[in-house]
């Protein structure tokens, strides 16, 4: 088996996510591992990827010094983790979830009630969880739907499944294709049919009993995602769409706005850096409010190169600011 198969989903690692977690405390290296009761020398080797998988005991003493919120505990352990096992992989056990960030700004309240609505591990639900997380184009919809995936994948031992329907493209993806691709993630041999119901039974009847997480991606459509919903009270469904998608059943909705200014300042120290971002606050302030506040344009706009935030800032104005349609 290839190296592939054998590796679990990608999730932030431990390096990244602690340095991330250390900063934001104001702690140094020294102060987190007197904190922690650990050698400066092993919170060191954790960030900067030498020590990949430290042992639980390790994380927890981490978790208890940085005093992190549930959430973000979850993060650590589960990057923690060593990667699923070859027999696990030979199994099938699906972990389709695209990688997260390690620089997720804001978002506290939404990622709580998203995190809440689908973790299996809150409630005692009786039908299949969905939440719907919906906002304009750039607004950061995928990044807090993959976020909340990775923080409760632990929930979901038999998998998590990532699709994307192109919802907001002018060809979003023929329903009865999704079902074959989800078919088959589930180890369902080829149906030679494209009849949605007959689809949907076969699909429903793979997932049934499994705690599993769906994450639809960029929905277009109530009608779109309807036959993807599970009839398992195990599984629990993240559905992303530019529409509210008012006549669903059953589902938690999570309007997403634009960042509020300070935290669309974080955003942009995060992607050029953080003393460049304060040593010209003026030009930082202009540059993420000529992108709209919008999570997506922030960092396609902190990306460019350029020699100064001013310079990015004027350029924007040349532009008018249209970073993403």
């Not at 992989?89 to 009630?113: I, M, S």
């Not at 997380?133 to 990532?162: E, I, R």
């Not at 993807?228 to 998608?245: D, F, K, M, Y």
């Not at 999570?295 to 310079?311: D, K, V």
């Amino acid at each position: 088996m290839s190296s592939e198969g054998q590796q679990a989903g990608p999730v932030a690692d431990v390096g990244g996510l602690l340095r991330r977690f250390r900063v934001r405390a104001g702690l140094t290296q020294e102060a987190l591992a007197e904190k922690a009761e650990l050698s400066v020398g092993a919170v060191r080797l954790l960030e900067i990827g030498r020590r990949r998988y430290p042992r639980p005991e390790t994380i927890g003493q981490l978790v208890a010094a940085l005093q992190l919120p549930e959430v973000d505990a979850r993060r650590l352990v589960v990057a923690a983790k060593r990667p699923t096992s070859r027999r696990d992989a030979q199994q099938g056990v699906p972990q389709q979830l695209p990688l997260d960030v390690a620089d997720f700004t804001g978002r506290g309240r939404e990622l709580e009630r998203l995190t809440q609505a689908v973790d299996s591990r809150t409630g005692h639900a009786v039908g299949v969880q969905i939440a719907v997380v919906s906002g304009m184009g750039g607004v950061g919809k995928t990044t807090l739907a993959v976020h909340a995936g990775h923080a409760v994948a632990g929930g979901f031992p038999d998998g998590q499944l990532y699709v994307n329907l192109r919802g907001g493209g002018a060809e979003p993806r023929n329903t009865a294709d999704v079902l074959q691709v989800l078919l088959h993630s589930l180890g369902v041999p080829p149906v030679g049919t494209l009849d949605v119901e007959v689809l949907a039974g076969r699909y429903r009847t793979a997932i049934a009993g499994r705690r599993m997480l769906l994450v639809l991606d960029d929905a277009a459509s109530v009608a779109q995602v309807l036959p993807l919903i599970p009839g398992t009270a195990s599984a629990a469904v993240v559905i992303t769409s530019r529409q509210r998608l008012s006549e669903l059943p059953g589902a938690q909705r999570i309007d997403l706005n634009v960042l509020d200014q300070d935290h669309a300042l974080q955003l942009l120290g995060e992607v050029v850096g953080r003393s460049l971002a304060a040593g010209d606050l003026e030009a930082a302030v202009q540059i993420v409010e000529r992108c709209g506040r919008l999570p997506l344009a922030i960092r396609i706009a902190g990306g460019q190169s350029t020699r100064s935030l001013q310079e990015l800032a004027s350029r924007l104005a040349d532009d008018d600011g249209r970073l993403i349609s």
